[in-house]
């Protein structure tokens, strides 16, 4: 029987077995995970069943759930970056590390971290040369969405991975190096040494993977549920204005954005896909009792037999643990962030400090974790109109994002009125409307801006210039000691 293996731990390997395949399903009774027995299936019999290759697909969203992806972890890595939170524990093991940018090659963040994308990137290139190898098994257009989804979640976890152990972008045009290009499915040591891509390079492969993805995924699902946890068509097309967004190509994020925003003043909403994607009423909706709202372009499931617990959960850190505060001097402290805003109702005032619950479920933890909304479509789409000298249409983004949380703020004339004024704002928008889903260290470094001193009394780091080693990621152990091509 042949052997897969990891991209990141090459020594090790990862045998396709039923319990490791199947069935991370968001399925219309939100059973995310069922256990089934482990039993190995050869990998000459796996692409052999429609039910076995349907399990392999779901398999990759299994990976891109993993703890130190986007089951939470991730997320919390890029927010503790920025200044909006103050560290308590100083705990290594809950993100101290990212708060106070002292991570090494040996951190057990970094190493997990790199091990959970390159995981999901091989999971996802063995669907996609599974399903070539086989043809005839499922249908041909089944086949092709299938595919589509695998781009989609390799695309993703490669964004995540380029974010975070590359150089921005736009510091050089994407010159630098980034990380290894993986592309085929491993099935053993050989091809452990692989050089790095260029920055460029890897932003050119996850455009790809998202254009070919769009072409081919479907345009719904059956269910909300479905339709809020797998790839569709508006999925590709919301995280390429994310791609776009990052790397300064202001035309390209409009191009895209106008496909699920047509509008030019509010109410902004989706017409042209299958799914009506909209901001939904009231954001706290988003977070507490309607996680398959149409807002919600992509997120991942949690239930009660497929959730995380502990330091592994990112509302265990956050709330029931308490590990981090919100900054009084960050953006909590910003007028644009007024008293009646509803999004301060993901706030918890405890012995004078304010800690974060927009992820306030208790044990088990079964709050789904946002990785794309509408609104983060509408605020990208704001931002490049302004880059591009439409301030009415950025102004009525922006409007539309701040208003549907305090309809009374008026923005007063001095933040909107210039292009430079406007582009602000709409940062301080972002970390408003997104805190905690790990916006905030992706958009320092996109805009080439240090990473900002915080600390109180307790507990202080100092701001890391562009310049500095650690404005990015370290390479993991695991990586530097099984590729000599590094």
């Not at 052999?48 to 993993?66: D, F, H, M, Q, T």
């Not at 299958?274 to 372009?297: G, W």
């Not at 993991?476 to 590729?483: A, D, G, Q, R, V």
């Amino acid at each position: 029987m042949k052997k897969y293996f990891y991209n990141n731990i090459k020594s090790k390997a990862l045998l396709l077995t039923l319990a490791s395949i199947t069935l991370f399903s968001a399925c219309e009774k939100n059973d995310d995970l069922k256990i089934a027995p482990p039993t190995t299936i050869s990998d000459a019999d796996i692409f052999k069943s429609p039910a076995r290759i349907e399990g392999l697909v779901n398999g990759i969203y299994k990976a891109l759930k993993g703890a130190s992806l986007y089951g939470g972890r991730f997320l919390l890595y890029q927010d503790a970056r920025g200044e909006d939170f103050i560290n308590v524990t100083a705990n290594n093991y809950t993100a101290y590390e990212a708060w106070n940018n002292s991570y090494s090659s040996g951190s057990n963040d970094i190493n997990n971290l790199w091990g959970a994308a390159y995981t999901a990137i091989n999971n996802a290139n063995i669907v996609i040369e599974g399903l070539a190898a086989n043809p005839g098994v499922v249908t041909a257009q089944k086949t092709s969405e299938y595919v589509a989804e695998a781009k989609l979640v390799r695309a993703l976890a490669y964004y995540s991975l380029i974010i975070s152990f590359g150089q921005p972008y736009n510091k050089d045009g994407g010159a630098s190096k980034g990380v290894p290009l993986r592309l085929k499915a491993e099935n053993g040591p050989e091809n452990n040494n692989l050089a790095r891509s260029s920055v460029a390079q890897v932003y050119a492969q996850i455009i790809k993977d998202l254009n070919e993805a769009e072409a081919a995924l479907p345009q719904n699902y059956t269910s909300n549920e479905l339709n809020t946890t797998r790839a569709h068509t508006s999925t590709a097309i919301a995280l390429k204005t994310r791609v776009y967004l990052t790397t300064n190509q202001w035309s390209k994020v409009i191009e895209e954005a106008v496909k699920l925003v047509p509008q030019t003043q509010a109410p902004f909403s989706t017409t042209a896909t299958a799914v009506k994607h909209a901001l939904q009423t009231n954001i706290a909706n988003i977070f507490a009792s309607d996680y398959t709202s149409v807002e919600s372009i992509f997120s991942i499931p949690m239930s009660t037999l497929d959730s995380y617990t502990g330091q592994s959960a990112i509302a265990y850190i956050y709330n029931t643990n308490s590990e981090f505060y919100v900054n009084p001097t960050g953006i909590l402290g910003d007028a644009q962030w007024g008293s009646t805003d509803r999004r301060r109702s993901f706030l918890r005032l405890s012995s004078g400090k304010q800690f974060f619950r927009k992820y306030a479920k208790p044990s088990p933890f079964l709050d789904y974790i946002p990785v794309i909304r509408y609104a983060e479509v509408l605020l990208n789409y704001a931002e490049a109109a302004a880059k591009t000298g439409n301030l009415v249409l950025a102004q009525n983004l922006l409007r539309a994002v701040h208003q549907r949380s305090d309809a009374s703020y008026v923005f007063p004339a001095a933040a909107i009125s210039t292009e430079t004024a406007l582009i602000e704002t709409i940062w301080k928008e972002r970390r408003i409307e997104f805190i905690g889903e790990g916006f905030r260290g992706p958009d320092l470094l996109r805009n080439l801006q240090p990473l900002p001193a915080k600390g109180d009394s307790n507990l202080q780091t100092p701001a890391v210039p562009l310049t500095a080693e650690n404005y990015i990621f370290p390479a993991p152990n695991t990586e530097l000691s099984t590729n000599k091509l590094y």
